[in-house]
């Protein structure tokens, strides 16, 4: 039989035949866990800052000259006034980490020729957190708590004049001009309040971070020892009807904290703008009711009224034998709900989640009635 040529239709593969170490990773990668100690680097509640407006431009010197008109006279424009610096509230920014220590308007330019102004010098924009307090001197001059809120914090120098500016009938021809003023320069202290709905109040190794772990996707660290949690920590719990609800991880206080013992005042700040509490107790230990009487003074101690806010006690630890036994006395003692759990097993985090929804929804219909749109995550 003659011989017929045969054509092979090669199919490409079906997968990447190029080594694992060339071909991209399409996976969603995992974000690493961060620790405490470089999570300090990372979140920055405090920042002094230096901001100075920008320059006013010069006023312009010339004359109008063109045929026929000699005697044209002065027709120099004046100078562009300078840029502010501005500092604007972001829902984007959860920390201070990002704002350098200085800042500078931009410079307004020169005055032109044929009465032209010059340009004024553009905006500096400095993102800041939303519930930044911007102090001067200890003296608190702004309080940026709503999402695009701005407050300018240099202002910038107005531009210089033209001789066009110094015409008269007694000097038709005015050589002279006027410099621009120099921006306004200030020194700022820039403080961070966590704007969370709820905040977790107890003592250290009261199993705070344990509990936000396991009622959301916040990732702090966890350790048998004391003060583990050194920053605050935000930890968002979603429901079904898409609203979310922000649970704040204050770092533990112990007795004298609003004396600035032990990490003090720093972190007491941040349970100032959280719209109700949950105190956070360890039935493992005697006497817990002793917990939530000295946490409700540390707070009444820092602010008149913080401790009357909304709230809930919780009874962590509610795997252990002891904690059994102690939970009627403690519900016996106090007189506010108590919602005994685990956050180790997650035992009746349920009715946490329940309540802390019930909470929310009394704080927007509470804002609402006011005429205040409440805070949005």
């Not at 344990?210 to 968002?236: D, E, M, Q």
């Not at 007795?255 to 005042?265: E, F, I, P, T």
Request: a positive charge.
């Amino acid at each position: 039989s003659p011989w017929k040529p045969v054509l092979l239709l090669l199919s490409p593969p079906a997968f990447s035949t190029t080594c694992a170490r060339c071909a991209k990773d399409r996976r969603l990668r995992q974000k690493r866990a961060i620790s405490e100690r470089q999570l300090t680097r990372y979140f920055v509640d405090q920042r002094k800052v230096r901001v100075v407006g920008g320059q006013g431009g010069e006023g312009g010197q010339s004359f109008y000259s063109e045929p026929r008109k000699v005697f044209g006279g002065p027709d120099g424009g004046n100078g562009g006034d300078g840029g502010h610096v501005i500092l604007k509230a972001d829902q984007q920014m959860k920390s201070l980490s990002s704002v350098f220590p200085f800042y500078q308007g931009f410079h307004g330019e020169r005055g032109g020729s044929k009465n032209c102004y010059g340009a004024n010098g553009a905006h500096m924009y400095v993102k800041v957190p939303v519930g930044t307090l911007v102090k001067e001197d200890g003296k608190v001059v702004a309080d940026l708590t709503q999402h695009g809120e701005e407050y300018i914090a240099a202002y910038g120098g107005a531009g210089g004049k033209g001789n066009r500016f110094f015409l008269s009938n007694e000097n038709r021809a005015p050589k002279f001009f006027t410099p621009g003023e120099p921006g306004q320069e200030r020194v700022l202290q820039l403080e961070l309040k966590t704007t969370a709905h709820a905040g977790l109040v107890g003592f250290p190794n009261a199993g705070k971070s344990s509990l936000l772990r396991a009622i959301s996707r916040a990732k702090p660290a966890v350790a048998a020892y004391p003060f583990t949690t050194l920053n605050p920590h935000v930890g968002i719990v979603h429901y079904q009807d898409y609203e979310q609800v922000a649970v704040a991880d204050i770092p533990g206080l112990i007795k004298g904290a609003h004396q600035n013992r032990g990490l003090g005042m720093a972190f007491l700040k941040h349970i100032e703008r959280c719209r109700f509490l949950l105190y956070v107790v360890d039935l493992s230990v005697p006497q817990p009711w002793i917990q939530l009487q000295d946490l409700k003074y540390e707070l009444e101690a820092y602010e008149k009224g913080l401790s009357e806010r909304p709230c809930v006690v919780i009874g962590n630890k509610i795997d252990l034998a002891q904690s059994r036994i102690n939970l009627p006395l403690l519900r016996e003692q106090v007189a506010e709900r108590v919602i005994a759990l685990s956050a180790l097993t997650g035992d009746n985090l349920e009715e946490l989640l329940l309540h802390l929804r019930e909470l929310y929804d009394t704080y927007v219909k509470t804002e609402q009635s006011r005429g205040q749109s409440p805070v949005k995550w």
